[in-house]
């Protein structure tokens, strides 16, 4: 089993519609990062959470430290959302992010 | 400046070439990563640098070498690779201190192709 595991692994969704993907670890956390990754390569790091919730436009984060649970959502969500979003950790006293195996997100027209 | 920038963007290569990757940031953190993703997976840790000094290597191959010269370069030496090498390398930085510790920068990633 990976110690961070996410779903859904792809989505199609029309523009406009409300995004939800999750991600579940098995590992204790200093910290947890939501992660995305455009077709050209680079990742952009759009949010680090080590507790509750955090917004920024049309996304928010939440984890729950007590489940080892967080969702990323995006609103009103947009062609230009299309890309790979990737939950990834810190491990307590480890270097190197672990990443799970990423959402393929799909807005249509 | 909040940047990580990796030269060359694109790299073909023969197998018995030898070439470098290269990795600059100037936003003073301590920590550098470098990452290798193959498509549609997740990227893979092979090396960390902390304070100029190499802290983990995830068993890469020795025809990879790391190179940490100063605080804001780090270096992948290439020399010998195999077709299946050919990835895309990502560079990571993060300051691993007390109060921004936890906040991590990618680079722009360098295409290698080896054929």
């Given at each position: 089993k990976n110690e961070v595991?996410?779903?859904?692994?792809?989505?199609?969704?029309?523009?406009?519609?409300?995004i939800t993907i999750n991600c579940s670890y098995s590992v204790g956390i200093s910290a947890l990062h939501w992660l995305q990754q455009h077709p050209g390569g680079g990742i952009v790091s759009l949010f680090m959470l080590s507790s509750g919730k955090k917004k920024h436009g049309r996304l928010i984060a939440t984890i729950n430290i007590q489940e080892k649970h967080s969702s990323l959502h995006i609103t009103a969500s947009h062609?230009?959302?299309?890309a790979v979003y990737i939950c990834a950790v810190w491990?307590?006293?480890?270097?190197?992010?672990?990443?799970?195996?990423?959402?393929?997100?799909i807005i249509q027209p | 400046?909040?940047?990580?920038?990796?030269?060359?963007?694109?790299?073909?290569?023969?197998?018995?070439?030898?070439?470098?990757?290269?990795?600059?940031?100037?936003m003073g953190h301590r920590a550098m990563y470098w990452y290798k993703q193959k498509a549609k997976k997740p990227p893979e840790l092979m090396f960390v640098y902390s304070y100029e000094k190499l802290s983990i290597n995830e068993s890469v191959p020795s025809r990879f070498s790391p190179e940490c010269p100063?605080?804001?370069?780090?270096?992948?030496?290439?020399?010998?690779?195999?077709?299946?090498?050919?990835?895309?390398?990502?560079?990571?930085?993060?300051?691993?201190?007390?109060?921004s510790g936890n906040t991590i920068y990618f680079g722009e990633g360098s295409w290698l192709t080896v054929v």
């Amino acid at each position: 089993k990976n110690e961070v595991e996410q779903s859904p692994q792809n989505l199609t969704a029309q523009e406009g519609e409300f995004i939800t993907i999750n991600c579940s670890y098995s590992v204790g956390i200093s910290a947890l990062h939501w992660l995305q990754q455009h077709p050209g390569g680079g990742i952009v790091s759009l949010f680090m959470l080590s507790s509750g919730k955090k917004k920024h436009g049309r996304l928010i984060a939440t984890i729950n430290i007590q489940e080892k649970h967080s969702s990323l959502h995006i609103t009103a969500s947009h062609p230009r959302d299309s890309a790979v979003y990737i939950c990834a950790v810190w491990r307590g006293g480890a270097d190197g992010l672990t990443f799970g195996k990423g959402t393929h997100l799909i807005i249509q027209p | 400046d909040t940047e990580v920038t990796q030269t060359p963007k694109h790299l073909v290569m023969g197998m018995t070439n030898k070439k470098s990757l290269k990795c600059e940031q100037h936003m003073g953190h301590r920590a550098m990563y470098w990452y290798k993703q193959k498509a549609k997976k997740p990227p893979e840790l092979m090396f960390v640098y902390s304070y100029e000094k190499l802290s983990i290597n995830e068993s890469v191959p020795s025809r990879f070498s790391p190179e940490c010269p100063n605080s804001s370069l780090l270096n992948l030496h290439l020399h010998a690779l195999q077709p299946e090498d050919s990835a895309l390398y990502l560079c990571a930085s993060s300051p691993r201190d007390r109060s921004s510790g936890n906040t991590i920068y990618f680079g722009e990633g360098s295409w290698l192709t080896v054929v």
